[in-house]
Structure formats: structure tokens, C-alpha cells
């Protein structure tokens, strides 16, 4: 039977599955660029691109997503109550403190990141504390802190930085162009189309394994998190408000907008029916039928 430690484990091992893929997929980006300009020396490049950013992505990446996101530390001197609930259910949930941050945005949302639980970041926007009351909020922060002890951050936060760099990468070889290279060279022909499709199916791939991450963490969370607080009434009451505001955040970025308890386009950013399979989060009403008929989707 699955328990939250295997799903522990399973989180470590797609985040070290994640950062292999992605050293193949960029090594074979290098080959192929290097190949169509006839200069491998950009194959070396792209070795040296795929290490420095795999160190990069699991040491900084939660630096990289704070600042997209553009929130800002606080203190429980100036946000008193939404520190206490963090640090009262970081306490139950046997986690060590995590830092807060706020976000000046109307658009109520949340996420957290960090590369563990002992260097861990939960934030949440200005909008969310206006629109929520204090069990609404517990149930938003239980939700946050559920994803840092099921192991979601690390994970989540990589695939900003290493997806993000593919599609970077795909965009500007499919832009330059395949000049360059000889194509009278036996065999280059059929090389350079290989070349091309596999470019324009990397951040395709990229956008595949987000939502593959992303859709099944957050019904994990929202279990997790009713289960921390006792009183899941209060985080579907909170979904429901959230999704019932249309404000789509003023950093909104398709890169960071897995890591979100909503979607941070707004309340259209989630479709139902064929849209909804191609969306960072589940339906919101799904999310609340689960969350008040004690069944969470597989």
C-alpha cells in the first residue's frame, strides 16, 4: 500500500530522474546544434551548461522562483498572524520552521519551495490574506507545509529552472535557423530533421512532466493538509473563495505556475474538458469534492 513515505521517496527519486533527463536531453541538444553548425565545440558547451545548471537548479532554484515571483521576506513583528499559524503547524507537523515570505499582489495565492524541509519557503500573496479568514488561511498554510513534508519542493522548484532552460534553449536554435552546416555530408539530412524534432518536442516534453508532477501533488496536499488541520472544511472553503477571484497575478509565469495552490493566470486559467488536461492544476471543484468526500485521487 502507498504511505506518504513512499511517496517521499518516490519525489527523490523523479527529482534525480528529472536532472538526468535533463542532462541527456541538453547533451543531445548540444550535439545536434553543434552538428547543424559544424562546431562541436558547442557540443562541450552544452556538457558544461548541463552541469553548472543541474548544480544550480537544486542550490538556487528557490532563489530563482522568489525572485520571479518577487516576494519578500518577513517577520512575525509585521505579518504577527500569519507567522503564528505557520510556525503553530509547522510545530504539529513535526517540521522545522519554515521562512515566510509575502507577495504584493491582489491575486490571492500561495506556494512554497526550498531544496528541504530545513530550508523551506512558504509565501503567500497580500490578496490571499485580505479575501481569507484565520481557518481558511491555516487550511492554505497546512496545504503549503504538506507539500515541504511530502517532499514536493525540491522537485517542484527544479522543474522551474531545468524545463525552463529547454524551452530557452529549444526557442533560440529553432529561431536561428540551421544554417551553417554542410547538408551535402552523407547521412545529414536525415541527422538535421532528427535534429529539429527533437528540439521542438523538448519543451513539449518539458510541459508534459510539470503537469504530470503538478496535477497529482496538489490532491496529495489538499489530503495532507486537511488531515494536519483536522478541519478540511476550512481549506475547501479557501479553494473556493481563491478560485472564485479572476485576478491573474502581476508575475504570473508559465514557468513558476505549477508551484502554485491556484493557478496564477486567475480563475480562466483553469478549463474543464480537453483544456483541462493542459492546466497546472486540477478543477477546483474537484479538488473540494475530494477534499469533503474523504477521497483523494490517485
Known amino acids: 500500500m502507498a ?6 521517496d518516490k519525489n527523490i527519486h523523479k527529482t534525480w530522474f528529472l536532472m538526468a533527463v535533463f542532462l541527456v536531453v541538453i547533451v543531445g ?3 545536434f546544434i553543434s552538428y547543424c553548425y559544424n562546431d562541436y565545440a558547442i557540443l562541450y558547451v552544452a556538457i558544461i551548461i548541463s552541469v553548472v545548471m543541474n548544480v544550480a537548479s537544486y542550490w538556487w532554484s528557490d532563489k530563482i522562483v522568489l525572485s520571479m515571483a518577487g516576494a519578500k521576506p518577513v517577520d512575525r513583528e509585521t505579518y504577527t498572524d500569519l507567522y503564528n499559524i505557520v510556525e503553530n503547524l509547522s510545530i504539529t507537523a513535526g517540521l522545522p520552521m519554515p521562512k ?4 504584493n499582489d491582489q491575486s490571492p495565492n500561495a506556494f512554497a519551495t526550498g531544496r528541504n ?3 523551506a519557503v512558504v509565501a503567500v500573496t497580500t490578496g490571499l490574506l485580505q479575501i481569507l479568514n484565520k481557518t481558511e488561511l491555516e487550511g492554505v498554510v497546512a496545504h503549503e507545509l504538506s507539500h515541504i513534508g511530502n517532499r514536493d519542493i525540491l522537485l517542484s522548484t527544479v522543474v ?3 524545463v525552463g532552460f529547454i524551452s530557452i534553449l529549444a526557442n533560440i536554435f529553432v529561431r536561428g535557423g540551421m544554417g551553417g552546416r554542410n547538408r551535402e555530408e552523407k547521412g545529414g539530412g536525415i541527422l538535421a530533421v532528427i535534429g529539429i524534432i527533437f ?3 523538448s519543451p513539449i516534453v518539458g510541459k508534459l512532466i510539470q503537469l504530470a508532477i503538478s496535477r497529482k501533488r496538489e490532491f496529495l496536499a489538499d489530503a495532507s493538509g486537511a488531515l ?3 478541519y478540511p ?3 475547501a472553503s479557501a479553494l473556493q473563495k481563491i478560485s472564485g477571484v479572476s485576478i491573474p497575478m502581476k508575475n504570473a509565469n508559465n514557468a513558476t505556475a505549477h508551484l502554485f495552490i491556484s493557478n496564477p493566470f486567475g480563475a480562466s486559467g483553469v478549463a474543464k474538458g480537453i483544456g483541462s488536461l493542459f492546466s497546472t492544476h486540477p478543477p477546483v471543484q474537484d479538488r473540494i469534492e475530494a477534499l469533503l468526500g474523504n477521497r483523494v485521487s490517485s
Open 3 to 8: 504511505t506518504l513515505y513512499t511517496q517521499q
Open 29 to 31: 541538444l548540444g550535439y
Open 100 to 103: 515566510v515570505y509575502i507577495i
Open 117 to 119: 524541509k530545513e530550508h
Open 160 to 162: 522551474v529552472v531545468l
Open 199 to 201: 528540439i521542438i518536442l
Open 228 to 230: 494536519l488541520t483536522r
Open 233 to 235: 472544511e476550512g481549506l
